[in-house]
């Protein structure tokens, strides 16, 4: 038997909490014995949810048993999170050698304890530029989740349902968790290393090669801001082919649309993040707070500062 804790943060993600432990529960169903011991643990004695939804839990200062696996449920704004008894007691597990696996918010609060340096780990690609702004050296991947060890990480939504079927089938095999995901009708798992977001021909609806190509040079760009000439010398066409494209399918200029990523990105920066309006301004490819300042009011009918105390 597999002892299973599952640490709930106050505002955890409900989807990927239940992605988690459903399956643990239908594994217990469909075996005849019982594979899977599982407690929840919170600050207090329950923990509220992403959807309101109340679930009961133990105390951390009262748990004393060793836990196999620690899922660590986390939602809402994780990088605020600071609770020093609560980072404390997952080091502690972490000492006791526990595998500690981080769902939605979750690997942000291990990152926060200290417990990612020098692992591979992924994360909700709509926290993943705030994250490498924080901690750069930490190796992020963009993939539904990863397996480091005794570090597992998960990006959240469903993607909890892919984690489980590959570790439900290294405690007890594929054709067991096989059957798991049939009861959850999950027939297409999906690998370790899947997407975690449409691309970008199903974002845009652009089917546009050049155009793709253009899009992926700049999202890779956001902090260092490439000229149009750079832009177009990538993708292998003039500044005038590229600007013509641009106009057609997404009826604005190569610029503007590059614009419009970095200030997106900007707007997480300010939201998530405890990075300064310059900090956020470099961050982002702009070469002072005043330019950024300007073009952030002129997008978004609000200075920076006041967006970012809202």
Known sequence: MIRIGFLLIDGFAM???????????????????????IKHFSLREVALSSTGAKIDTNNIEKEKDKLDIIFICAGGDPFS????????????????GSVLAGVSGG?????KAGLMDGKRM?????????????????????????????????????????????????????????????????????PSGGPQRSGILERYNIRNSKIIVAIETMENHLSNNLTLHEISKIVGISTRQINRLFDKHLNQSTMSFYKQLRLELSQKLLSQSHLSITEVAFSCGFTSSSQFSQNFREKYGQSPSKFKNI
């Open 107 to 111: 690997p942000i609060i291990l990152a």
């Open 122 to 190: 992924t994360l909700h690609w709509e926290h993943s530029d705030t994250f490498k702004e924080i901690w750069p050296t930490i190796l992020l991947e963009k993939s539904l989740f990863v397996i480091d060890g005794n570090r597992i990480t998960c990006a959240g939504g469903i993607a909890p349902l892919d984690l489980m079927h590959t570790l439900i089938s290294e405690h007890y095999g594929e054709s067991f968790a096989r059957k798991v995901s049939d009861w959850f009708m999950h027939t297409e798992v999906r």
């Open 81 to 96: 999170f600071s609770n020093k008894k609560l980072l404390d007691w997952i080091r502690k597990k972490a000492r006791e």
């Open 15 to 37: 989807m990927s909490y239940s992605s988690v432990i459903e399956p643990l529960r239908a594994a217990n169903l469909l075996s005849d014995r019982e594979f899977y011991q």
